[in-house]
């Protein structure tokens, strides 16, 4: 990961072109308005994977003694990466289409089913969350996504199944 001089993370990416990349961290940080609640600002969009960050901030707490971030803020977040991966996946399988045609085949994606597993209490200054499609189908996604602290300590893993079509 790359800093602009405005302290906002240029977003790394493989194949893509910049438009793409652009519409797509347009779409997850600007136009999802509770992705703007959380902070998450989108940090790599790859074919194989995706990755994000969020800051802490008082608004995330879920337990005011502990200064700890909210559960559901950690299940935000990685459904919000979830679905980003499966975007970045479908964009990487259809490259000879042009970015607005590959945008638009993002219209029907859909949570399925998103389990996530706890393994440590979020605290700290900030949070990544990473995800990448397990398999990508005509018909359903499954994805693995991952929740680390600032110090890349695993906090919290999920996986989710989405439809495509």
Same mark, same amino acid.
């Given at each position: 990961?790359?800093?602009?001089?405005?302290? *906002?993370?240029?977003?790394?990416?493989?194949?893509?072109?910049?438009? @793409?990349?652009?519409?797509?961290?347009?779409? =997850?940080?600007?136009?999802?308005? =509770?992705?703007?609640v959380l902070?998450?600002?989108?940090?790599?969009?790859?074919?194989?994977?995706?990755?994000?960050?969020?800051?802490?901030?008082?608004?995330?707490?879920?337990? @005011?003694?502990?200064?700890?971030?909210?559960?559901?803020?950690?299940?935000?977040?990685?459904?919000?990466?979830?679905?980003?991966?499966?975007?970045?996946?479908?964009?990487?399988?259809?490259?000879?289409?042009?970015?607005?045609?590959?945008?638009?085949? =993002?219209?029907?994606?859909?949570?399925?089913?998103?389990?996530?597993?706890?393994?440590?209490?979020?605290?700290?200054?900030?949070?990544?969350q990473r995800?990448? $499609?397990?398999?990508?189908?005509?018909? $359903?996604?499954? $994805? *693995?996504?991952? @929740?680390?602290?600032?110090?890349?300590?695993?906090?919290?893993?999920?996986?989710?199944?989405?439809? $495509?079509?």
């Open positions: 990961m790359t800093t602009t001089t405005n302290d *906002r993370p240029e977003v790394a990416t493989t194949i893509f072109e910049p438009e @793409f990349v652009s519409e797509l961290v347009e779409i =997850f940080e600007k136009r999802i308005c =509770f992705n703007q902070g998450l600002q989108v940090t790599r969009v790859a074919p194989e994977g995706v990755e994000s960050r969020i800051e802490m901030k008082q608004e995330l707490i879920g337990h @005011f003694a502990y200064n700890r971030l909210h559960g559901g803020v950690i299940s935000a977040a990685l459904d919000a990466m979830a679905g980003l991966a499966v975007m970045a996946a479908i964009g990487g399988r259809h490259m000879d289409e042009p970015p607005a045609r590959r945008l638009q085949r =993002f219209a029907r994606l859909g949570t399925i089913d998103l389990r996530v597993d706890y393994l440590r209490a979020a605290i700290g200054p900030h949070f990544t995800a990448q $499609v397990l398999r990508l189908g005509s018909r $359903v996604a499954t $994805v *693995r996504m991952e @929740f680390l602290s600032a110090k890349d300590e695993l906090l919290s893993v999920g996986t989710a199944s989405y439809i $495509v079509s």
